[in-house]
């Protein structure tokens, strides 16, 4: 009997050593990456576009551009270590924040009542004017009225398109799920144009493969805002995003991150926005 109940002792100290190893390691990682407010050394998983040249471009194991680097000097403010760098199409980015498998995304995410009722945003750390994109030998199309009985291509899910075709009810409208596959299918003549902010155009223009190919009209007509998507109602995470996008900007490292992507196309570097009161 005795035997028996000092086997019962040792066995409960072996349970209760290894729920306090348990409880001092933390347990597993959000799948977001960092707790609750942002911060912390560690890994942030953070969404970006992977096909989008001068913003958020996946080259071999390289990851570039404008968005890529506010991603980057965003998580150094923040504190972490390491990012994991997550591709984030334009129909997923509520899905994938309010799932958790990312904790930012800085994917030219436009700021929009609609999204803001599902995600948060900080930001804007840029606002892009929605531009066409056509073919170089193309004078007809020289605006959005223009495009009338015209086969015109965007992604899914994104607001550019929307706003066109309220505008212009005339136009064909025709989705893919990048914006590579709608300028490739504007380059062989399947379609008549591309929509959508011209920065993201002069990007796609700039490159070896369309050069004298496409051409950005140059006629913007609305304004992009585009915000930090994060989890809805995180307020904290939202001012400290605010903080270090005001610190990227005012530092100079905002411009700098601009004339190194986009600057080699001709786009013209346009000031820098003011961010929105987090709520």
């Given at each position: 009997?005795?035997?028996?109940?000092?086997?019962?002792?040792?066995?409960?100290?072996?349970?209760?050593?290894?729920?306090?190893?348990?409880?001092?390691?933390?347990g597993a990682a959000?799948?977001?990456?960092?707790?609750d407010?942002?911060?912390?050394?560690g890994t942030?998983n953070?969404g970006?576009?992977?096909?989008?040249p001068?913003l958020?471009?996946k080259?071999?194991d390289?990851?570039k551009g404008?968005?890529?680097d506010v991603a980057r000097?965003?998580?150094?403010?923040l504190g972490y270590?390491d990012?994991?760098?997550?591709?984030?199409?334009?129909?997923?980015?509520?899905?994938?924040?309010m799932?958790?498998?990312?904790?930012?995304i800085?994917?030219?995410?436009s700021?929009t009542d609609?999204?803001a009722?599902?995600v948060?945003f900080a930001g804007p750390?840029?606002?892009?004017?929605?531009?066409?994109?056509?073919?170089?030998?193309?004078?007809?199309?020289?605006?959005?009225k223009s495009?009338?009985?015209?086969k015109l291509?965007s992604?899914?899910?994104?607001?550019?398109?929307?706003?066109?075709?309220?505008e212009?009810?005339?136009v064909?409208l025709?989705?893919?799920?990048t914006?590579?596959?709608?300028?490739?299918?504007?380059a062989?003549?399947?379609?008549?144009a591309?929509?959508?902010?011209?920065?993201i155009l002069?990007?796609?223009?700039?490159q070896p493969?369309?050069?004298?190919?496409v051409k950005?009209?140059g006629?913007?007509?609305s304004?992009?805002r585009y915000g930090?998507g994060?989890?809805?109602?995180d307020?904290e995470?939202c001012?400290?995003?605010?903080a270090?996008i005001?610190?990227?900007i005012?530092?100079?490292?905002?411009?700098?991150?601009?004339e190194?992507?986009v600057g080699?196309?001709g786009y013209?570097?346009?000031e820098?926005p003011q961010?929105?009161?987090?709520?």
């Amino acid at each position: 009997m005795v035997k028996s109940l000092r086997l019962l002792a040792v066995a409960a100290t072996l349970a209760l050593t290894a729920s306090l190893a348990a409880c001092d390691t933390g347990g597993a990682a959000a799948p977001g990456g960092g707790g609750d407010g942002g911060g912390g050394e560690g890994t942030i998983n953070i969404g970006i576009k992977y096909d989008q040249p001068g913003l958020g471009l996946k080259d071999g194991d390289e990851y570039k551009g404008f968005d890529v680097d506010v991603a980057r000097y965003v998580a150094e403010e923040l504190g972490y270590s390491d990012i994991n760098f997550i591709e984030t199409p334009s129909k997923q980015r509520e899905n994938m924040l309010m799932g958790g498998q990312v904790k930012l995304i800085v994917a030219t995410y436009s700021i929009t009542d609609e999204r803001a009722e599902k995600v948060s945003f900080a930001g804007p750390y840029f606002v892009a004017g929605q531009d066409l994109l056509v073919r170089a030998d193309d004078d007809s199309i020289t605006g959005p009225k223009s495009l009338d009985g015209k086969k015109l291509c965007s992604v899914t899910g994104s607001t550019s398109a929307v706003n066109l075709q309220k505008e212009v009810p005339g136009v064909q409208l025709q989705n893919f799920d990048t914006y590579s596959k709608c300028v490739a299918a504007l380059a062989n003549g399947s379609i008549d144009a591309v929509t959508t902010d011209d920065v993201i155009l002069a990007g796609f223009a700039a490159q070896p493969e369309f050069e004298g190919k496409v051409k950005v009209v140059g006629n913007t007509f609305s304004d992009e805002r585009y915000g930090v998507g994060l989890k809805k109602g995180d307020t904290e995470l939202c001012e400290k995003v605010n903080a270090a996008i005001a610190k990227m900007i005012e530092s100079g490292e905002w411009e700098k991150a601009l004339e190194k992507n986009v600057g080699p196309s001709g786009y013209e570097i346009p000031e820098p926005p003011q961010q929105d009161a987090c709520s």
